[in-house]
């Protein structure tokens, strides 16, 4: 699913399905879509100024679904409970489709750790695009290190004044991590950091064959 209006149209159909779910657990009223759908025109007229292309339009799109829900079910559920449904709501609906897809690659690859970086540099250009500024700090056979020095995401949530829900962005990557399994794919990955905690954001790429110490900052996925 390469085309942006396509990616975007499938995931915003997975988050109004997850949030109709959730009207009668979450003690929401009937008309919070509604709600949410006016909230989202308001706060896209606030970042125009951040869409230069049809990547940067989906990705906008993407952050202020998590903002326009955020705005409206925290004044009715609190601020943690509001965080816990924009999770469910963005995260949720396509994780089994992300870590069933991602581990049937890795699965299936002659060799997992050049397929990852693989899908990880197509994704860069063809998912993140040119307003994500990036670097690759290591990228040879034995380790792939991407760096993001600024995050089309993080710039929706600053211009919204909700960066609160950083960690919540972040966590949507966690549905192709979580599909790599050190010992069968031979991959050791972490992110020393995201915009949730630093600057800066840091994907580490590595084989398990060598010293993987060495290359990798920490041994555990933030």
Request: charged share 30%; aromatic share 8%.
């Amino acid at each position: 699913m390469n085309d942006p209006s396509e990616s975007i149209a499938y995931i915003e159909r997975g988050f109004y399905d997850a949030l109709r779910s959730s009207i009668a657990t979450a003690g929401l009223p009937d008309d919070v879509e509604a709600a949410v759908r006016a909230r989202l025109e308001l706060r896209r007229a606030q970042c125009r100024h951040l869409v230069e292309n049809a990547l940067d339009e989906a990705n906008v799109e993407f952050t202020l679904l998590a903002v326009a829900l955020f705005d409206v079910g925290e004044p009715v559920m609190g601020r943690e409970r509001a965080m816990r449904l924009v999770d469910e709501c963005l995260n949720q609906p396509l994780r089994s489709y992300v870590v069933e897809g991602t581990r049937q690659l890795l699965d299936g690859s002659d060799d997992a750790f050049r397929a990852l970086v693989d899908v990880s540099k197509e994704r860069e250009h063809d998912y993140l695009g040119p307003s994500f500024a990036r670097s690759r700090l290591i990228d040879d056979d034995a380790g792939y290190v991407l760096q993001i020095d600024r995050c089309l995401f993080h710039e929706v949530l600053r211009a919204c004044g909700r960066t609160v829900l950083q960690p919540i962005l972040c966590r949507f990557d966690l549905n192709w991590i979580d599909a790599i399994d050190r010992e069968r794919h031979g991959i050791c990955f972490v992110r020393p950091c995201t915009f949730a905690t630093s600057s800066r954001c840091q994907f580490w790429f590595a084989r398990t064959a060598g010293d993987v110490a060495s290359r990798l900052p920490v041994l555990h996925a933030t």
